[in-house]
């Protein structure tokens, strides 16, 4: 019997690892994506698999927190008024998903998602034979002030993190950062065990499609401006593809590939910055390092350290703001880090729906699957929603908390 043909349009970390998933699986996979690879938000981002985050962000803690949180009184929270048409009705749905059940249901999905990554990250990597691509180390929760320190060890000691664990730091550890943030060493922290870390986003998505292609997987750099429930792919040239299945995995291209089948996709471009450069003093055994009351991640990287912040909603094509540059780089050179001018600068869209839960799922017919919407977690969740979409494929009911349906009312 000839093997199911599948077209996966997107290819940034998602696409990526569905594509090599679905071909070792047995299936005949295009992937289709115009590039270029190191603009996708898979290249930018902090690495980090964050299966602490079990906490839906649509609550009304968020809400109460946003106004201490606005970039113009120095927090990392920011909305683009000239794209007030794009944020004001996702807002709307926003506020919405912060009901107590919807909350509910959110967290369990997320955790349902995330209680079995680090293991599909594992498995993922074993299958492009890249395993050290992956650090199992935990991360850190560093704090500059003591009273932001006692308010967010306890929040932080009071959340649910899944199958994560949070311990206070030993002295050593501690020790460690004031060695290297001479500038301004830290007062108090917390390790959070059972996290890990991608060493190089964009090497780990280059090593999930060389053996998606060394498997026989077929990648075609094109545009897909139209998909339908059919099984057919309509790309910029004019040309169309059919096969078995079509998966979407376009991130924030989603929502305008999937507007014209009539189910409403409520997705913004929730975008974000970082900054890279050489820091060698910074040890090796220094773990993904979160300023909490800065809103910072540090990030080690095998091309340097990362610095990323700011969640800026608005068009996904709009400039991007040099301001958040510039704070950041200040931020950092604050800390003792010597940030040098041409450091590279980068600005991505996390593609965000509002109750902060992503889409994973069949449309009716089952010959159109969805993966997208994973806000903050595209890394954590990639190679879990991998698995999950090639169940999905061979024609596993789809979640209820996870299909796109919940926004049809």
């Given at each position: ?183 301004r060493p830290p007062v108090a922290g917390l390790h959070i ?80 910055y970082s900054i890279q450069f050489p820091v060698p003093s ?128």
């Amino acid at each position: 019997m000839a093997c199911k043909s599948l077209i996966i349009v997107g290819a940034g970390m998602v696409g990526a690892a569905c594509a090599l998933r679905l071909q070792a699986a047995g299936f005949a996979v295009s992937l289709v994506d115009p590039g270029p690879a190191d603009r996708a938000s898979s290249f930018g981002n902090a690495g980090h698999i964050a299966v602490e985050q079990v906490e839906p962000l649509a609550s009304w803690a968020t809400v109460r927190q946003a106004p201490a949180m606005l970039f113009g009184v120095g927090g990392p929270l920011d909305f683009r008024l000239s794209d007030i048409g794009r944020w004001l009705p996702w807002s709307t749905r926003f506020l919405r998903a912060c009901g107590r059940d919807q909350v509910r249901r959110g967290r369990g999905a997320l955790r349902d998602l995330t209680l079995p990554a680090v293991q599909a990250w594992r498995d993922l990597l074993a299958l492009a034979d890249a395993p050290g691509l992956m650090i199992e180390d935990g991360h850190a929760l560093l704090w500059f002030d003591a009273r932001a320190a006692e308010a967010g060890r306890s929040k932080w000691q009071r959340a649910d993190i899944g199958s994560a664990r949070c311990r206070d730091m030993t002295s050593d550890e501690l020790a460690a950062y004031c060695s290297v943030l001479t500038g301004r060493p830290p007062v108090a922290g917390l390790h959070i065990d059972g996290t890990a870390r991608l060493t190089s986003p964009q090497q780990v998505r280059d090593f999930l499609i060389a053996a998606f292609e060394a498997k026989g997987g077929n990648r075609l750099a094109a545009e897909a401006i139209s998909v339908s429930a059919a099984g057919e792919v309509g790309l910029a040239d004019g040309s169309r593809l059919n096969a078995d299945q079509v998966l979407v995995t376009a991130g924030v291209r989603s929502g305008a590939l999937l507007a014209a089948l009539g189910t409403p996709v409520p997705l913004i471009a929730e975008r974000g910055y970082s900054i890279q450069f050489p820091v060698p003093s910074w040890s090796s055994d220094l773990p993904t390092t979160v300023l909490d009351d800065w809103s910072v991640v540090l990030a080690p990287q095998a091309e340097g350290l990362r610095a990323t912040s700011y969640v800026e909603f608005g068009r996904a094509d709009a400039p991007a703001d040099p301001r958040k540059w510039d704070r950041l780089i200040s931020r950092v050179r604050a800390l003792g880090l010597a940030v040098p001018d041409d450091c590279q600068r980068w600005m991505g869209c996390r593609p965000t729906l509002p109750d902060y839960v992503p889409a994973i799922g069949a449309w009716p017919g089952e010959r159109l699957l969805y993966a997208f919407g994973h806000q903050h977690l595209g890394v954590t969740l990639a190679a879990i929603t991998a698995e999950r979409i090639m169940r999905l494929a061979d024609g596993e009911a789809t979640s209820p908390d996870l299909d796109l349906r919940r926004f049809a009312s």
